[in-house]
């Protein structure tokens, strides 16, 4: 087992182990669930719309496993957990600095990574995330609430433009407008030196994120992301992330420094 993969499991090893945990209210059932004619959720049916007939992409949220695995977790996560640029031919088109100082944070291992010390990981990373996410779609504005560090994110739908002088956050700023059945998400004013992923894939704060909502069925999620950061890639490059429903659960408290043991083991 590498160093680094070892680290991450000692890092995620609850998160994960979090995942396969029920929530509270045990079996409560998801109101609004199509069935299929021998009463089990028809997951490939429909998705729900909202009263001005756009898709309704509320719900709770897990990322699509497999086939990656952390060590000898033997939990499945996606290879985007890892590195978010693992399915695109010919890996991320870094500037030199950032292939160097992704050289470096690998380096360093864990030490440097938000995530060891309970920060936020801003939208990208926490869309590949093991725990899961909800949804909460109402008029003007869409909110993710995310299981890990009880945190959340809020996309305007209200036709608000993009402050062009923002002042950097983790998550940035988001607005949104429909493209059809598709959300398009714009997204800026982004801290600098953000970690896209395990592997320390940098976001600056020069980079602006567009990301496309689309629930091709009531069970179903795909978000389609592009990264354009100028100061760090040579050309924008695009990922798509699948989603899965969660039915009759819901989000864990969840917060990272609680009872936190896993930095003692760290190791450069």
Not at 98 to 109: G, Y
Not at 162 to 189: A, E, F, I, R
Request: hydrophobic share 35%; glycine share 8%.
């Amino acid at each position: 087992m590498s160093q680094f993969r070892l680290l991450v499991s000692l890092a995620l090893g609850f998160a994960l182990s979090l995942s396969s945990v029920t929530a509270q209210w045990l079996d409560y059932p998801a109101p609004g669930v199509p069935r299929t004619a021998d009463g089990k959720p028809n997951l490939s049916a429909p998705a729900p719309r909202t009263a001005d007939g756009r898709p309704d992409l509320s719900g709770v949220w897990e990322t699509e496993r497999g086939p990656a695995s952390i060590a000898d977790l033997g939990d499945p996560v996606p290879l985007e957990f890892l590195d978010i640029g693992a399915r695109l031919q010919g890996g991320l088109p870094y500037k030199p600095w950032a292939a160097q100082l992704v050289k470096t944070r690998s380096v360093e291992n864990r030490i440097s990574d938000p995530t060891s010390y309970g920060l936020p990981i801003g939208l990208v990373r926490i869309h590949t995330f093991p725990n899961p996410r909800k949804i909460i779609q109402v008029p003007g504005q869409l909110v993710i609430l995310s299981e890990y560090n009880a945190s959340y994110r809020q996309i305007f739908t209200d036709g608000r433009k993009l402050d062009p002088d923002p002042n950097p956050t983790w998550n940035g700023y988001s607005t949104g407008k429909w493209d059809g059945d598709v959300l398009v998400v714009q997204s800026t004013g982004f801290r600098d030196g953000l970690w896209l992923d395990g592997a320390g894939n940098p976001l600056t704060d020069a980079a602006k994120i567009t990301e496309r909502f689309r629930r091709p069925n009531f069970g179903q999620l795909e978000i389609t992301i592009t990264v354009d950061d100028p100061k760090a890639y040579t050309k924008p490059w695009t990922i798509i992330l699948r989603q899965t429903l969660r039915l009759d659960t819901e989000l864990m408290d969840y917060i990272v420094n609680e009872n936190e043991k896993d930095r003692q083991h760290y190791v450069k």
